[in-house]
């Protein structure tokens, strides 16, 4: 079955740039989408089809896919970033979700 | 305004069964790809079933043949029937929608509990 592997952790300063990994065999072939996820929320979709921000999601938010390895990019990272992220992709008609990374801001 | 709203959880003993309902609101669920996603306590994202436009379903294989999902056009409404529940069945089910089997998941639920215990 595919899998996709995350960074447990990733630490940003306030005001600069997180970088969250996505690593899957040949991912660059696939559709990545991008979740955030508060404590005691459901998730939220951050980035669509690998760069594709929905309304509503600041333009801080990027992302990126080629080769094996799927990248959301959070520009001047702010304490509100401060959540788990989760990339995830269809495969042959079932759904794969990262192990997902925490993000802190310090 | 759309919405998805689940019920249906709560304590079962290992080896009982529940339904999860998922509301819809603002959109026709059998239009759209509907999916169930849990989340074991302090545990990521699990897939666990989607049902397709078509009526085509599909199951994680941890829940293959114990959990069926299927809708219910006129209440316009999804469902997760869960047979044979154990213990690592226990989690946060979140019902979501998607538009197309490679889309992303853009409206989710708020989630319901499910505790299997003795």
């Known amino acids: 079955s595919y899998e996709l592997t995350q960074p447990l952790s990733v630490s940003v300063a306030l005001g600069q740039t997180a970088r969250i990994t996505c690593g899957g065999n040949n991912i660059g072939s696939k559709n990545v989408h991008w979740y955030q996820q508060k404590p005691g929320q459901a998730p939220v979709l951050v980035i669509y089809r690998d760069s594709n921000r929905p309304s509503g999601i600041p333009e801080r938010f990027s992302g990126s896919n080629s080769g094996n390895t799927a990248t959301l990019t959070i520009s001047r990272a702010q304490a509100g970033d401060e959540a788990d992220y989760y990339c995830q992709v269809w495969d042959s008609s079932t759904v794969v979700f990262g192990t997902g990374t925490k993000v802190t801001v310090l | 305004e759309v919405q998805l709203v689940e019920s249906g959880g709560g304590l079962i003993q290992p080896g009982g069964s529940l339904r999860l309902s998922c509301a819809a609101s603002g959109f026709t669920v059998s239009s759209n790809y509907m999916s169930w996603v849990r989340q074991a306590p302090g545990k990521g994202l699990e897939w666990v079933s989607v049902i397709y436009s078509g009526g085509s379903t599909y199951y994680a294989d941890s829940v293959k043949g114990r959990f069926t999902i299927s809708r219910d056009n006129s209440k316009n409404t999804l469902y997760l029937q869960m047979n044979s529940l154990r213990a690592e069945d226990t989690a946060v089910y979140y019902c979501?929608?998607?538009?197309?089997?490679?889309?992303?998941?853009?409206?989710w639920g708020q989630g319901t509990m499910v505790t299997v215990s003795s």
């Open positions: 979501a929608r998607c538009y197309d089997p490679d889309d992303a998941f853009d409206i």
